[in-house]
C-alpha cells in the first residue's frame, strides 16, 4: 500500500474549518488506497480545544490514520501584533527541522501539505515527483508571492480549490499548466447520509416548527475579512416569521451581531446562535433550516480564490442556499437552478431571496433537491480519487459542475 505523509502547521485539533478540512481528506486518501499518516506539531491550544480527548471522534473522521505530534517553539499565545510574525517563523523552522529529522528514519510515496513552507523544506530532501502542494489562497505579499512561487515549481504536483486559483499559480506563479489539478473542496458523505426530517431535527434543537430558518455555518471572519453576516441580519431583522441560526464564532462577533438584529428592529427569539458545535451535529443543525446562506462580500479572496466547505454541507444537507454571485462558485451552483445567487453587498437583494424561499415552498424543494444531486460528484473520497489520478499520471474523472477540472491550459 502506497504511504501519504500530510504534513500541517495548524494547531490540532482547532476551531477553524481547514483542521476539520484535513482531518477529512486525510480520512479520504485512506479510503483512496493509501496509508497515511498526519504530522502537526504540539502547539499551545485553549482550554475547550484541550478538553478534547478524541479528535477523530470530534471531527466525525474514523481513526483509520496516524497522527505523530513533533515538538515545536511556540510562543504563539504570548504575542501580538507584528510580533506574531516573528513567533510564526519559530513554528515553521522548529517544526520543519523536527519533520525533517523524523524523515530520516520514514519515508513515503506522496508528500502533501497546504504549507509553502512546510513544501520548501520537503523539497530539500526530497524528490520533486514526490511533492504535492496543495493551494488554498493566493499569496498577497511580497514574501508570501515568493514562497509560493518556490513551492509551485518545486513540486511534482499542485492542487487547487478553484479554476481561477489554478490559472493564477499557472501565469504568475510560474506552475507548469499539466502539473496542475483544479479540486474543490468538498464533504464527507457518510455523515449526510441519513438525515433526520426537518420537525424531528427542530424539536431536537427545541426550535420552533414553523418558524422560517435560515442558517449560517462557520466562523464570522477568514484572514481577518468579514464574512458578510452583518449584511444577512439587516436583511432578516425585520422579514416576518424569519429566524436566523448561526453556528460558529467567535463569541464577540455574535455578540455584535446579536447586537445589530436588536438596533435593526428584530426580535430576540428569532436569533438562534448555537455557538462551536462539533463537526459532527453539524447535518443535524442543517437538517433543521428552511435555508442556508452565504452572504460573503466581494473581496479577491473571497471572488476567486474561496471554495467554502459550507457550500457542500449546505448542498448535501439539501438545503435550499442563498448565496453571493461571486466566481469561486460560479462552477459549482447556479442561480435558479441549484441555489438562488445575489450580487454580493446587497441586503435589499439578499432580502427579497429569503422573501422568494419563505414563500415558494416549491421553489425550495427543487433548488434543495438539485444541490444534494449535484453534491455527489465533491464527496471527500471522489476529490481524493481524483488527487490520487492524478499523482500517478491516471486520467481524472472530471467533478460534475467543473469545466476546468484539470487546468491544462
Excluded at 500500500?1 to 481528506?25: C, D, G, T, V, W
Excluded at 471522534?57 to 516573528?86: E, K, N, S
Aim: charged residues 20%; proline residues 6%.
Amino acid at each position: 500500500m502506497p504511504r501519504l505523509l500530510y504534513a500541517s502547521l495548524m494547531r490540532f485539533p482547532n476551531e477553524k474549518a481547514h483542521s476539520l478540512q484535513i482531518a477529512q481528506n486525510c480520512e479520504a486518501f485512506v479510503q483512496a488506497g493509501y496509508e497515511v499518516t498526519l504530522y502537526v506539531p504540539m502547539r499551545f491550544n485553549p482550554p475547550e480545544l484541550r478538553a478534547i480527548r478524541d479528535p477523530f471522534a470530534h471531527y466525525g473522521v474514523r481513526p483509520c490514520f496516524r497522527v505523530r505530534r513533533l515538538p515545536v517553539l511556540d510562543i504563539m499565545p504570548w504575542t501580538r501584533g507584528r510580533a506574531q510574525r516573528v513567533a510564526f517563523y519559530l513554528i515553521v523552522a522548529s517544526f520543519g527541522l523536527a519533520l525533517l529529522l523524523c524523515l530520516l528514519f520514514s519515508r513515503a510515496d506522496v508528500y502533501y501539505s497546504r504549507d509553502e513552507w512546510l513544501i520548501l523544506l520537503l523539497s530539500l530532501v526530497k524528490p520533486r515527483a514526490r511533492l504535492v502542494y496543495e493551494a488554498h489562497l493566493f499569496a498577497q505579499t511580497r514574501q508570501g508571492a515568493r514562497a509560493q512561487r518556490w513551492a509551485a515549481t518545486r513540486v511534482g504536483h499542485v492542487v487547487a480549490i478553484t479554476p481561477r486559483l489554478a490559472r493564477d499559480l499557472i501565469e504568475q506563479r510560474g506552475a507548469q499548466p499539466e502539473r496542475v489539478l483544479v479540486a474543490h473542496d468538498g464533504y464527507q458523505a457518510r455523515r449526510f447520509a441519513a438525515l433526520p426530517t426537518r420537525r424531528a431535527a427542530r424539536q431536537a434543537l427545541g426550535w420552533d416548527e414553523t418558524a422560517f430558518v435560515v442558517g449560517f455555518v462557520g466562523r464570522l471572519e477568514m484572514l481577518n475579512m468579514d464574512k458578510g453576516v452583518g449584511r444577512l441580519v439587516e436583511a432578516l431583522a425585520t422579514l416576518e416569521g424569519v429566524t436566523l441560526a448561526l453556528v460558529g464564532g467567535p463569541p464577540e462577533g455574535v455578540q455584535r451581531l446579536a447586537a445589530q438584529w436588536a438596533t435593526c428592529g428584530g426580535v430576540s427569539e428569532r436569533f438562534l446562535a448555537l455557538g462551536q458545535l462539533p463537526p459532527v451535529d453539524i447535518p443535524r443543525f442543517l437538517a433543521a433550516c428552511d435555508a442556508c446562506a452565504m452572504p460573503h462580500p466581494f473581496t479577491v479572496q473571497f471572488a476567486y480564490y474561496t471554495s467554502p466547505l459550507k457550500l457542500f454541507e449546505y448542498m448535501a444537507a439539501g438545503c435550499a442556499i442563498v448565496a453571493s454571485d461571486l466566481p469561486s462558485w460560479a462552477d459549482v451552483v447556479q442561480h435558479d437552478q441549484s441555489a438562488l445567487l445575489v450580487p454580493p453587498d446587497d441586503s435589499a437583494a439578499l432580502r427579497q431571496a429569503v422573501l422568494r424561499l419563505r414563500d415558494d415552498h416549491a421553489l425550495r424543494l427543487r433548488l434543495g433537491q438539485a444541490a444534494r444531486q449535484q453534491a455527489q460528484a465533491y464527496t471527500w473520497e471522489a476529490r481524493a480519487q481524483r488527487i490520487r489520478a492524478f499523482i500517478e499520471g491516471r486520467d481524472c474523472p472530471q467533478a460534475q459542475g467543473s469545466a476546468e477540472a484539470h487546468a491544462g491550459f
